[in-house]
């Protein structure tokens, strides 16, 4: 059976890839949490995309990639970084409302988001019944690692509660962007600078208006927490995963971000000790076997 680049599945080299880029997002969760003391979330979020925004446009020259050509991208690329900036404004400032556990279970309906998108955006690209069941049974290890939400103890719970619903609604929103606008015709590079340039001045104007502030040096953990973040994560993965999105069925790629809070909690558990609940294992289990199930051929 032929698939069109759109709806194309995922082969055992963009499966390993998809997974180490899962496993690096975890970590990431890690260096937020290192350096959070010292530097706040969305000034975190400003430096990183910061600092990108150099090393990506230095890449591109040396590269020698085209970034001002007229390709019809603008638009695209514009809404793609407002999404960017939204989804990350949303989180860090949601966490504050809501519990970490909250947080996950409702910001990992994204990729059912994309899944009910793509079915309608992307030619080809939807699933069948027991495509449907795996992601139910992924999305059941993150509730049984995490546990199962209580009802909003108070307003600003739910507030936060809401908050995360829209970052991920934004998160699956790029997704669907990149996958079907002329964006999926260019280099990744210029999807990613799309994407921190536009993002600059809308995390700047949150820095500013909810009064983040550095009051001392940040310790060499802290900075070497945020080079992390902004040298490994935002330049490297970032961009292979917006060229994975381009080549692959963004359904079942979307659905292996599953294991990125697993992997967080593995990585919480090795750097800062975290305690592993007794259901990890069958969280994991039920993980695995949900993706097994949405990537299988038919």
Not at 37 to 55: E, F, G, K, M
Not at 193 to 211: H, K, N
Not at 278 to 296: D, E, S, Y
Request: include cysteine; charge should be positive.
């Amino acid at each position: 059976m032929q698939h069109s680049p759109q709806s194309r599945p995922l082969d055992p080299l963009a499966i390993a890839l998809t997974v180490a880029l899962c496993l690096i997002w975890g970590f990431n969760q890690v260096a937020v949490k290192l350096a959070i003391h010292d530097i706040p979330p969305l000034i975190q979020c400003l430096i990183r995309s910061v600092t990108a925004t150099v090393l990506v446009l230095a890449w591109t020259q040396f590269r020698g990639i085209p970034l001002f050509k007229r390709d019809g991208t603008l638009l695209a690329g514009i809404i793609a970084g407002v999404l960017f900036a939204l989804e990350f404004l949303l989180i860090y400032r949601g966490l504050l409302y809501t519990t970490a556990t909250r947080a996950v279970l409702f910001l990992y309906t994204a990729p059912f988001l994309v899944v009910l998108g793509a079915r309608w955006l992307v030619k080809g690209d939807h699933f069948h019944l027991m495509q449907w069941f795996g992601m139910a049974l992924s999305f059941a290890g993150i509730v049984i690692a995490f546990g199962l939400p209580t009802p909003a103890a108070d307003p600003h719970q739910m507030l936060g509660d809401v908050m995360m619903v829209g970052a991920a609604v934004a998160w699956a929103a790029t997704t669907l962007v990149i996958k079907v606008s002329r964006l999926n015709q260019v280099s990744s590079e210029k999807t990613m600078l799309y994407q921190l340039v536009v993002s600059v001045p809308l995390l700047a104007a949150g820095v500013l208006v909810f009064g983040e502030h550095i009051d001392v040096m940040p310790s060499a953990v802290a900075l070497g927490a945020l080079a992390y973040q902004a040298v490994w994560v935002v330049c490297v993965t970032y961009m292979a995963w917006f060229a994975l999105i381009v080549r692959y069925s963004a359904s079942r790629l979307s659905s292996f971000t599953f294991l990125t809070p697993l992997f967080g909690v593995v990585a919480g558990h090795m750097v800062l000790n975290e305690p592993l609940s007794p259901p990890f294992a069958l969280a994991v289990a039920l993980v695995a076997i949900g993706l097994v199930l949405v990537n299988r051929p038919r």
